[in-house]
């Protein structure tokens, strides 16, 4: 369990984090979401002790990191994929991980295996590596010491589809073993589909917290749908006349309702639907309009 | 696929079972570093191809030219063109080259007691000067015992403990100041360049202002921790040359290094 309280770090007049606080339950995947620059990395370098806040704390089980002996073999830890020697070989690189928290050697073929990198890449030099070799060596090297924490930045990027979605089945199947997980990104559409948790945050503050459903619902204004029928015109027809809005959106139309009330006024006129959806789209919305005030592109 | 088993339900960590890094281990991975790269490995090599060149060179003249004559110890000075530019070098790029590689973010999050960490590599940059003493010794010896097979001359051997002792201080320094400059520091081609301008531009300019200046002169020998090391080559050290040896190494090895050192162990680590 990972316990932020208070945590404020500044520098100079700047507030990097302002007052955060939050939790991370052993069990679930925590997905930690914000623009470029909100705070996210600052908090976790403060997480394992590389940089002092200015007020607050992070505990991870209890104790403050640099407490922890051996800490490799409490918490993984994935910062930077690329801040390793561009010119050590990728097993090597998990080589002086493995000797430093004291694991055999055997380890470092288990974790090669397990982030699918081959023997002929982990003899390649770190120079050489694709962005998602490095992230697949990164994570290896995280989970060297079978650490029952966690903290992951940016582990998702600069992998492909097939990798992000290795990764989810990764961390789905570590968090279910009792495993904690703190990731972060700035994409939405990577920690929707990773995390059970969601933490958000712009400009330092947290802006909302809570599992994809809470979120929503907290969310002002109704759940959106596309629908798409044989007859749209007949549709929206009787869904205005029922006192939704409507508007066409693409092959079908957009509607501010929930799908099954679309699916009964369909029903009730006897309309055939092609298709029937929540609008995707509708966390990202969340997502934009809370940390918009940090945006760095306005927003329409 | 390798099933990951995740130790410590539940929500405190179970510390009891863990012990800290032993130091001995934090050494043997700082050494490991020093050589697992084509650049680091290259970098020690080079210093014993070097230290072997310029004797073999030394060798060559002094068996060649009748009015060359050389001793044991003339072969072990020579490593001043080798060994003694070579190992501050190598006293730099173990410090800096986590900063510029940006290890040091993962070499502190698995050793967060950064004291150690930084005691590790001192460590091994004693070992290294060491060492590279230890390859000196045994490269004169065997060109002094060709020297004296190949040239009309004696073969004079001429080592003693304080020589020796006088030799290892030597290296040891060498190794610290640019150990020291490089904590300061913490960026190779400055700490480099740094070392350069003390070790060859500096001693010039400390000559300069001691003609000039007489009130100069006088403080120079508290100041110029080159030339305090002077007498060592030889192991002519005198109380005052002692003297003027630990005032100017203060200035110069315990100053930067104590500074360098406040600034890795509060610094953020990026």
Redesign the interface.
């Known amino acids: 369990m990972i316990t932020v309280e208070g945590l404020t770090r500044k520098y100079g007049s700047f507030t990097a984090v302002d007052d955060v606080s939050f939790v991370c339950q052993p069990g679930r995947v925590t997905g930690f979401l914000g623009p470029n620059g909100a705070g996210k990395t600052t908090t976790m370098r403060v997480m394992v002790g590389l940089t002092p806040p200015t007020a607050g704390r992070v505990t991870i089980g209890g104790h403050l990191y640099n407490d922890i002996p051996n800490p490799g073999r409490h918490v993984g830890v994935l910062l930077d994929a690329s801040a390793q020697h561009a010119g050590r070989t990728g097993r090597e690189i998990l080589e002086l991980g493995a000797r430093t928290m004291g694991l055999p050697a055997e380890r470092i073929d288990e974790m090669l295996e397990l982030v699918s990198l081959t023997p002929a890449e982990a003899k390649r030099r770190l120079r050489n590596y694709s962005l998602g070799m490095k992230q697949r060596l990164g994570i290896a090297h995280a989970l060297l010491g079978d650490p029952s924490v966690l903290i992951l930045d940016e582990p998702a990027n600069g992998l492909d589809p097939a990798g992000i979605r290795w990764m989810r089945g990764l961390l789905k199947g570590y968090a279910e073993r009792g495993g904690t997980v703190l990731l972060s990104s700035h994409l939405l559409n990577e920690v929707e589909l990773i995390a059970d948790e969601m933490i958000l945050i712009g400009h330092g503050r947290i802006v909302a917290q809570g599992d994809k459903k809470s979120l929503l619902a907290g969310a002002h204004g109704t759940a959106s749908t596309f629908v798409t029928a044989l007859d749209n015109e007949a549709l929206a027809t009787a869904l205005r006349t029922r006192g939704l809005t409507v508007a066409s959106a693409g092959d079908g139309l957009r509607v501010e309702a929930e799908p099954v009330e679309i699916g009964r006024t369909a029903a009730e006129n006897a309309i055939v639907l092609t298709d029937l959806r929540a609008a995707e789209g509708a966390l990202e919305d969340l997502f934009l309009e809370l940390t918009s005030e940090t945006q760095r592109e306005v927003l329409a | ?13 179970d ?1 009891s079972s ?5 130091f001995g ?2 050494v ?2 700082e050494l ?2 020093t050589r ?5 490995f290259w970098l020690l090599l080079s210093t014993a191809i070097l230290t072997a060149l310029v004797m073999v060179i030394q060798l060559a003249v002094g068996i060649t030219q009748d009015d060359v004559s050389l001793s044991y110890n003339s072969f072990l000075t020579s490593t001043s063109f080798s060994i003694a530019v070579l190992l501050p070098i190598i006293g730099i790029m173990l410090l800096t ?1 986590e900063w510029s ?3 040091a ?2 070499t ?6 950064r004291p150690n960490v930084i005691a590790a590599k001192l460590v091994v940059g004693l070992l290294l000067a060491v060492a590279a003493v230890v390859i000196a010794l045994g490269l004169a010896t065997v060109c002094n015992a060709l020297y004296g097979v190949l040239s009309d001359d004696p073969t004079v051997w001429n080592a003693s403990v304080a020589h020796t002792a006088a030799f290892v201080l030597l290296q040891v320094v060498g190794m610290l100041t640019g150990f020291a400059f490089a904590a300061l520091l913490l960026n190779t081609p400055a700490a480099i360049v740094i070392y350069m301008v003390y070790s060859f531009v500096l001693p010039g300019l400390f000559e300069l202002g001691a003609q000039l200046m007489d009130w100069f002169d006088s403080i120079r020998p508290w100041i110029d921790f080159n030339s305090a090391q002077s007498p060592l080559v030889d192991a002519t050290m005198t109380g005052k040359d002692w003297s003027y040896f630990v005032v100017s190494g203060f200035i110069w090895l315990a100053v930067p290094l104590a500074v360098g050192l406040w600034r890795v162990l ?1 610094a ?2 990026k």
């Open positions: 696929m390798t099933t990951i088993p995740a130790s410590g339900l539940g929500h405190s960590l510390l863990t012990t800290p890094t032993p281990r934090l043997r991975v490991r570093k697992d790269t084509l650049a680091g080259s590689q940006r290890t973010m993962v502190f999050s698995l050793e967060p007691r509060r953020e680590v």
